[in-house]
């Protein structure tokens, strides 16, 4: 079985400007979540899909970050404009559904942001 | 107070050693808890949940104490290839998936 995928896998930019990461989950998980994981932290999370509706982003920086799952299948999320502490490995990961705490989330292998 | 913390590490340990992690968390509504490993520039994997009774999954051993919120893992006899940071994870409480992730101890284990 196919795990999750990102792209791209590194990306370095300058302050200001603007970036999108792209994620496709696992063929038929309805739950995808995009996380940022900052160089010594675990993984905190910033948004959550169910199929194509948002669940949870009270963590997601409104003001900068935005992401979209339009189909209910694959998903980006967007920064613009980039601050030196958007610098981190934003991780996707997927699960079969929202409910029970056996439902195992999945993370794909991240694309490490760089800005400069 | 962080809501999942764990000592950051490094534990140095040797070859067949026997090394315990331990991690607590604020939030008593937690629901349920979970292990994952973290190899370096890689992926967190699910190692194992944790149970209240006690579970072990090989030389992996996970306790849960809910009086103390209080999670651990204990690994028995190392392997060079259990080098990894290890994560404590608590899922809230609620109708979501939603994980809460400490910031990870790293374990070196050495020749």
């Known amino acids: 079985e196919a795990g999750v995928a990102q792209s791209p896998r590194y990306k370095i930019i300058e302050k200001r400007q603007s970036v999108a990461f792209w994620c496709n989950p696992i063929?038929?998980?309805?739950?995808l979540y995009w996380y940022q994981q900052i160089l010594g932290q675990g993984p905190k999370l910033l948004i959550q899909?169910?199929?194509?509706?948002?669940?949870?982003d009270s963590q997601l920086p409104k003001d900068r970050f935005s992401a979209e799952r339009l189909k209910g299948v694959d998903s980006t999320l967007k920064i613009q404009p980039a601050k030196l502490e958007d610098s981190a490995v934003y991780l996707c990961a997927s699960s079969l559904r929202r409910l029970a705490g056996t439902d195992t989330q999945y993370f794909g292998p991240g694309t490490r942001l760089t800005v400069l | 107070r962080k809501e999942v913390e764990q000592d950051p590490g490094p534990f140095n340990v040797p070859e067949g050693a026997t090394v315990a992690f331990n991690c607590t968390y604020s939030n008593s509504a937690s629901q349920s808890f979970f292990w994952y490993r973290q190899d370096c520039r890689k992926e967190p994997k699910l190692l194992m949940s944790?149970?209240?009774s006690g579970n072990e999954d090989g030389r992996f051993t996970a306790q849960l104490n809910r009086a103390s919120q209080y999670i651990s893992l204990l690994i028995r006899d190392s392997k060079l290839s259990d080098s990894a940071t290890y994560l404590c994870?608590?899922?809230?409480?609620?109708?979501?998936?939603?994980?809460?992730f400490g910031t990870g101890t790293l374990l070196a284990v050495q020749p």
């Open positions: 899909f169910q199929n194509n509706g948002v669940v949870d």
């Open positions: 994870v608590v899922k809230e409480g609620g109708a979501t998936n939603k994980l809460i």
């Open positions: 063929s038929g998980h309805a739950t």
């Open positions: 944790v149970y209240s």
